[in-house]
């Protein structure tokens, strides 16, 4: 029976806290086996004491070997400009790991101080080429307002006036520019400025003894000895290029120190994010000098895996309840794939079921009903297995294979919807499927618009009721029971509404259970809204007067949503069916011209019909179903554990 139940909601495996007291002489063994177990996510108290003793000296050295080991790649990233995927060609076992820190932190330590050198050097030719190119623009802006002038307009010592050059603060260039008898030039760049300035002779000496702060005179005049400011402009020029030349040269240099390392540089960040956390888990649990405590979170299905260790090992493990537990998944393994939707919104709460296996159902459901195409289903089994793992980063990564499986499920539903439509590349191969008539008409508007409001209903009512249930177990909520209620009444009794004013104008046919009853259903109907009203006033307030119309204009807007399923499915039959009218044409011309129409026509219309599919199925499950009865926004458990990826990406530190 429990395992009936799961095939609709599941209950999720919530975690209990779990301490883990252990003699510091089998600390290194029991975290061993804690890792292999991967059944403990491990967390670390706030309050942790950082004083160390001499029996976990090794863990310490081992921590700190470790975070300089993280430090060193941080800095090492840092200079990288953009991602680089690397594949990872050697897979390290588990005990190899802290020697390879060790000569890895060697090797880098020298590289990292190489870099740095690199850096200050290009810093020190950055800061040159901006100096001569502010000294450049003070420079043509003298020639520009005294085409005549020379080396004296940047430095002169007459008998009446002294000219000297100044750089500094713009503020501080501002206060000598108040004390000079004439501004020759003066030029801004960010925090620096350059100026040009006019002394009376009898007050310079004065003046270059007070000032003021981060002022400096400028020794250009000395540096090239020329007259011509032209000439300085021209020596100018030959020094800005070739300090880029060398900028040029060191930027080079820096990335192909970086580049011919990366794949030790990616081996670094494969045993960081496996080892950094468990040791550093164990660095700042320790608490006294002959036990260390480790306290963290485990699956309640998984807890006798951790009772296992007192069986084997002088450790006490003690288990404790938490009001707000991190969760895990507990489904049956064709649902486990479409916890990626579930996990969209978060990990469940405490006051949740699991959704998956009924968004499992929602969501291979629409996607049929929009793909509803054999050959562009089996396309999309085709790419999920061969293609897709060529556009991830690691293929074999647990999220890469439940996305597989996920694809694949809907690329059978595809296939199901396909035959009973009798659509296999539209009516190109569809016309040999033994069925009389198709038993859904992807070309028939009004069909497929009824058939999803249909749909849409049902998924709503469900959702309403689930939620009904959900305050009544779970929440204990009772004005939110009676407005969930009154929502799957007004749902019902509007429905027998509709249908009665559809027979009234000779739309249908009459159903003797709704008009026998009408007088009975409006009433029902007009107290259902009443009941809606009373709730909705009995946790808003006076403004409840007025939520319930959203509530009631929700349930028409989120059924109506669903209609996004008949136009995509009409949208992709229609493409196909012109398709096929190109392709007959081409056909009648030359054969082999019909196949190559028909291979590239349907080909560019399977790379177009899975993605609307994709996202608005999911829109269809988040949005408009599981948002109804499913809270989520918990944290999943993350139990320490081995996963040594066959590609990593390493992308820089640097912040934006």
Known sequence: MANIGRLILSEPDFAVKTYIVVPNDYLEVISIKILELGALEVITPKDK????????????NYYNLLENAKKLYEELTFQLDEEIVIEIKYTPKPSEFKDLIKRLTEKFSGIANEIKRLNDLIVHLKNEIDELELY??????IVGKYPEADASFLSYNGVEVVIETFQGPP??????????????????KSDKSLASLAFPARDFNKIAE????GVERSKIVEKYNLRSLKEFIKEMDNDVDNYKNRLTELITKKKTLIRDNLEDIALLKVILDLEYERVKALYESLKSRFVTLIMGWVPETKRGYVENLVKNYPVQVIFEESANPPAEFKNLELF???ELITEMNGAPSKTDWDPTPLLTYAFGIFFGLMMSDIGYSIGLIIASKYILPLLVEDPKSEGVRKL????????FSGIAVGVLSKSFFGDLLGKFIPIPQPLINPMNAQQLIVLSLVFGWIWIFLSHVLAFVKNVRKLRDAYGAISELAIIAIMLLGTFMILHIMYTNKLIERIDLIENNYSTIKISLIASIALLVFSKVRTSGALGAILWIFDVVGILGDVFSFIRIAGIALGTAILAYIFNLIIGGAMATNIALGILAAIGLHFFAFMLSPISPFVHSLRLCMLEISSKFYEGM???????????PSKITISSRRKA
């Open 634 to 644: 918990n944290q999943r458990v993350n139990a320490l554990k081995v996963h040594i």
């Open 136 to 141: 450049k623009s003070l420079i043509k802006d």
């Open 404 to 411: 597989q499986r996920i694809l694949y499920v809907v690329g």
């Open 49 to 60: 004491s950082e004083e160390y003793k001499k029996e976990i000296e090794e863990i310490i």
């Open 210 to 213: 007070s000032l003021p702060k």
């Open 171 to 188: 503020e501080s260039i501002s206060q000598l520019q108040a004390r000079a008898l004439y501004t020759i030039s003066i030029i801004s």
């Open 336 to 338: 486990k794939p479409f």
